[in-house]
């Protein structure tokens, strides 16, 4: 018998669904919930709407933004012919904050995973060779992350690409093998994308 009512009960099982959260923390973030001034409850409430309501992908690269181009593809500065290719959005900002990349990037928002039923058309390949074509790329680093499933995509999309004129290179093994690039610190990314190699 569960000691809350279903409202409560709820709450808990929505905070339970959130990643690292277990049903300790999941009800205690409740609790917290239940007896905070409502403005702060409500504020948080409305901060999760607004943000699935506005935030969306990049028309170019599908990063996240909040308007038609993200940041990245809006700065002058950066270097179009030299796209750095990553899973996730969160993969960009680490590789962001290592300070080493000039380029672009393309997100593609996820990897291949037969078993989880993600294939080419799940993932944003056929822009990404769009843009190749049209921006004369000249160099695509592969930054997917160095597992069975990051380095087979880095792999099928170098395939697609071979009879492309554009130099392929992957990120340096600085990276532990298995590991993911969002865990990686700074130092060692900056490292891997100066040491990239040849695909
Ligand atoms: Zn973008």
Redesign the pocket.
């Known amino acids: 018998m569960s000691p809350y009512g279903p409202a409560m009960n709820r709450l808990i099982e929505q905070f339970e669904m959130l990643p690292g959260i277990g049903r300790k923390s999941a009800e205690r973030l409740a609790h917290h919930i239940l007896m905070c001034k409502p403005e702060e409850a409500l504020g948080l409430a409305e901060a999760i709407r607004v943000v699935k309501t506005t935030v969306r992908p990049?028309?170019?690269?599908?990063?996240l933004?909040e308007g038609e181009?993200?940041s990245?593809?809006s700065d002058p500065r950066r270097d179009r012919q030299v796209i750095c290719v990553v899973e996730q959005p969160r993969d960009l900002i680490s590789i962001e904050s290592s300070g080493a990349f000039q380029g672009?990037?393309h997100v593609l928002q996820g990897r291949l995973s037969p078993l989880e039923g993600m294939g080419p058309e799940q993932l944003t390949i056929e822009p990404l060779m769009k843009r190749i074509r049209r921006d004369g790329v000249r160099e695509v680093v592969m930054a997917t992350n160095p597992t069975l499933e990051g380095d087979g995509t880095a792999l099928f999309i170098s395939n697609l690409l071979a009879d492309q004129p554009v130099k392929i290179t992957r990120l340096a093994r600085g990276i532990p093998s298995g590991s993911v690039l969002e865990f990686a610190n700074r130092e060692m990314l900056a490292d891997a994308l100066r040491g990239r190699q040849a695909f």
């Open positions: 990049c028309s170019i690269c599908f990063n933004t181009a993200c990245i593809c672009v990037y």
